[in-house]
């Protein structure tokens, strides 16, 4: 089975604090895509890396987000300052042609 | 902006009914469709993908696309309890943009 690997399964955070979890993209794929998923509702877009780069992101991540892929084998995302409206499941994905593959996920509960 | 319209937002099925899912695109760029499906606490899963005018049928499950009409659909015969999550199409360009409809709730009663 294609492989999206994504750390830590569950974080809990108290406002204010940082968070970071990381993705591991499936060997060969050079499109990484970060999604927010609320209450197993619709995937909210939120960053997307081509070869490491990041080409297009919302305005939530510019401003307190940050997202780096420093190599082709992991990407992570950070939230700078945790907030309760940031309690979601965050959804990674890789792809390369037609192939889409996700992560299981970090859900991150902020309390 | 690209976007996949999916319908219904939630269906209810009998089991050993057919569930039948709808999107349409709106941008003829869109080359590439996928069908994934999200159990609750998971990760969507990968269940099929259609670049063909045409049916394609994987066991229970047969994806539809008519690319004139940006049309892609997903029936699901013979529907089963397990069956029951929410599904999601997907739309790819040729440049790796990868657009998500915003889900249907498929539950399949026993």
């Known amino acids: 089975d294609a492989a999206v690997t994504q750390k830590p399964r569950y974080l809990i955070k108290m406002k204010g604090q940082e968070a970071e979890m990381k993705c591991i993209p499936e060997?060969?794929?050079?499109?990484v895509f970060w999604y927010q998923q609320k209450q197993s509702k619709e995937l909210k877009f939120l960053i997307y890396f081509q070869n490491q780069q990041p080409l297009d992101q919302i305005d939530m991540v510019k401003e307190r987000f940050s997202a780096v892929c420093p190599s082709s084998s992991l990407c992570s995302l950070g939230i700078r300052t945790c907030e309760a409206e940031d309690s979601a499941l965050y959804l990674c994905?890789?792809?390369?042609?037609?192939?889409?593959?996700f992560g299981k996920g970090t859900r991150l509960t902020v309390v | 902006q690209q976007k996949v319209q999916q319908s219904p937002e939630s269906l209810s099925v009998p089991e050993g009914g057919m569930a039948s899912l709808n999107c349409t695109s709106s941008d003829r760029n869109f080359q590439y469709f996928w069908w994934y499906r999200q159990h609750s606490g998971e990760g969507p899963k990968a269940l099929m993908s259609i670049f063909s005018d045409g049916d394609k049928k994987e066991g229970r499950f047969t994806a539809h696309l008519n690319k004139a009409s940006l049309h892609v659909s997903l029936h699901i015969r013979d529907s089963q309890p397990s069956d029951s999550a929410l599904y999601f199409c997907a739309a790819i360009t040729g440049g790796y943009k990868v657009v998500f409809g915003s889900g249907t709730r498929l539950l399949v009663s026993p």
């Open positions: 994905s890789s792809s390369q042609g037609e192939e889409v593959f």
């Open positions: 060997k060969g794929h050079t499109a």
